[in-house]
C-alpha cells in the first residue's frame, strides 16, 4: 500500500463571515467524511493550514503570505494509504470541498532511500 496525499484547495470569498452553526455544521461533514476513510484503515494524517507564512523564491526574494499572487489557497492536507492512485482519486471524491466549489489534488508520495 503507498501513501498519497490529498491537498484541499479553494477561493474564499472577501465577504466569507460564516455563523458559528455554519462553521460547525462544516467540521461535521469534514469529520464524517475522514471518518469514513479512517474506518477503512487508509488514514494517515490531515492538518488544516495557517493564514500566515512566506515564499521564497530564487534570488532570496520573499513575498508576505503564502498566496501573494493567487486568489486560490491550500487549506489544508490529508495523507492517506490506498493501493493505487485511482483508489486515492475514488476517496477524494466524498471531499466535502468538491461541495463549495474547492477542489482536491491527489499526489503520490515517494519514499527517498
Given amino acids: 500500500m503507498s501513501e498519497f496525499m490529498m491537498l484541499f484547495r ?3 470569498p472577501a465577504d466569507y463571515n460564516p455563523t ?3 462553521i460547525q455544521a462544516s467540521i461535521k461533514v469534514w469529520q464524517d ?7 477503512q484503515g487508509k488514514f494517515v494524517s490531515t492538518n488544516r493550514l ?3 507564512g512566506q515564499t521564497i523564491k530564487p534570488n532570496n526574494v520573499i513575498t508576505d503570505g503564502p498566496y501573494a499572487e493567487v486568489k486560490e489557497i ?3 492536507y490529508m ?3 490506498a493501493d493505487s492512485l485511482q ?19 491527489v499526489r503520490d508520495i515517494m519514499v527517498l532511500n
Avoid at 33 to 39: E, H, K, R, S, V
Fill in 20 to 22: 458559528p452553526e455554519r
Fill in 50 to 52: 495557517g493564514f500566515q
Fill in 33 to 39: 467524511w475522514i471518518g469514513t476513510i479512517a474506518a
Fill in 79 to 81: 495523507i492517506i494509504k
Fill in 74 to 76: 491550500i487549506g489544508g
Fill in 87 to 105: 483508489e486515492a482519486v475514488e476517496l477524494a471524491k466524498g471531499c466535502p470541498i468538491l461541495q463549495t466549489g474547492g477542489h482536491v489534488e
Fill in 10 to 12: 479553494s477561493t474564499v
